[in-house]
């Protein structure tokens, strides 16, 4: 049987009965990861064999943002630090060949700390704009405001993940960099018009439409769809996203459990499936907001299932790095800023 087009969260840092009874029924197509599921590697490595095992499904994917900086789900003493985006584009700014250097290695050896655990994806890079109303929640997490250099800074990071056997995520499609409002808490509403926004946040996208697997942003862009975010929204997602982007991949939701959407969770699921999403993310480990969310999911299908086969097969088998060689390298670069790229 094949999964279900839903990608699930976890209470704790082990699988309860409960979990596993319902896992092994919804079959969810894969699982993510948060800072209250890690404790040690050890560990880490148990819970993503057994949510497999559970499933049936070797190649289960499971996903963690580890974007550096301030969302980092794995930290010391165990894992190390990495820079925020922002720091890369500094390093860009000065050099844009050290700049683009230094967010291909880092990502490199983000992706080989996650293979060890068994996560086979990565919610990176942030394509968003950092632009003078930015909210915070953003912030440090773009490489900058010119979409050339996100692009180039966001494509390196993508190469080195998947260099390092980890499928990147593309996110938040087609741009929060103009959201004043954190999509958590609440829904934004961005007034820029369409023009100006084809020109500035949805071109880093368009440079980036070949990527495996986007993540959309649940923002109104109001000279478009003046009523729905992005992830529910199907102009948005036909005209923008597929349309003047021209994003084919795999298309997944933002957390379904973030406030910025209303209404009962089956009903954000169907609304984000309707409005054309590939695929179903909830995140806070919920019991029953996940049994609302898999009983909208289909099974895999279709163009559908072509595009999660290959967002999985984009990854290839890590290439062998000496990781303490690398990681010399990686803080020799950050260096010639003088400090200013310390992680952060």
Not at 8 to 21: D, F
Not at 58 to 66: F, G, N, Y
Not at 132 to 157: C, F, K, M, N, Q
Request: overall charge negative; proline content about 6%; glycine content about 8%.
């Amino acid at each position: 049987m094949s999964p279900r087009a839903f990608i699930a969260g976890l209470a704790g840092p082990r699988l309860t009965a409960a979990e596993q009874a319902f896992f092994r029924d919804a079959q969810p197509w894969g699982f993510i990861l948060f800072a209250r599921n890690v404790e040690t590697p050890d560990q880490v490595r148990a819970l993503t064999a057994e949510l497999r095992a559970t499933v049936g499904r070797s190649d289960a994917p499971v996903l963690i943002d580890q974007e550096g900086g301030r969302v980092a789900r794995l930290k010391p003493p165990h894992w190390p630090e990495y820079p925020p985006a922002q720091a890369f584009g500094r390093l860009y700014a000065a050099d844009p060949q050290h700049g683009r250097q230094a967010a291909r290695l880092g990502a490199r050896l983000i992706a080989a700390d996650l293979d060890a655990l068994g996560i086979t994806v990565d919610c990176v890079p942030c394509a968003d704009l950092a632009l003078a109303e930015t909210h915070a929640i953003i912030g440090s997490r773009a490489y900058g405001s010119d979409p050339a250099t996100v692009a180039a800074l966001a494509r390196a990071a993508a190469d080195g993940l998947m260099a390092g056997g980890v499928a990147p995520i593309v996110k938040h499609i087609p741009g929060h960099g103009r959201a004043t409002a954190d999509s958590h808490l609440e829904l934004p509403v961005v007034t820029t018009p369409r023009a100006e926004l084809e020109r500035t946040d949805f071109e880093a996208f368009r440079r980036l439409a070949d990527l495996p697997m986007a993540m959309t942003a649940h923002v109104v862009y109001a000279d478009i769809d003046a009523e729905a975010p992005a992830t529910t929204s199907k102009t948005v997602v036909a005209e923008v996203i597929r349309g003047s982007i021209g994003f084919d991949g795999l298309l997944m939701t933002d957390d379904l459990s973030m406030r910025a959407l209303q209404g009962s969770f089956r009903g954000r699921a169907a609304a984000a499936l309707e409005a054309g999403c590939d695929m179903l993310l909830h995140c806070n480990g919920e019991m029953a907001e996940m049994a609302e969310i898999a009983a909208v999911a289909p099974h895999l299908a279709g163009k559908a299932a072509a595009r999660a086969a290959t967002a999985l097969a984009c990854a290839r088998r890590a290439e062998p790095l000496d990781t303490a060689a690398a990681r010399t390298a990686f803080s020799a670069i950050l260096a010639t800023l003088n400090g200013e790229a310390r992680p952060g």
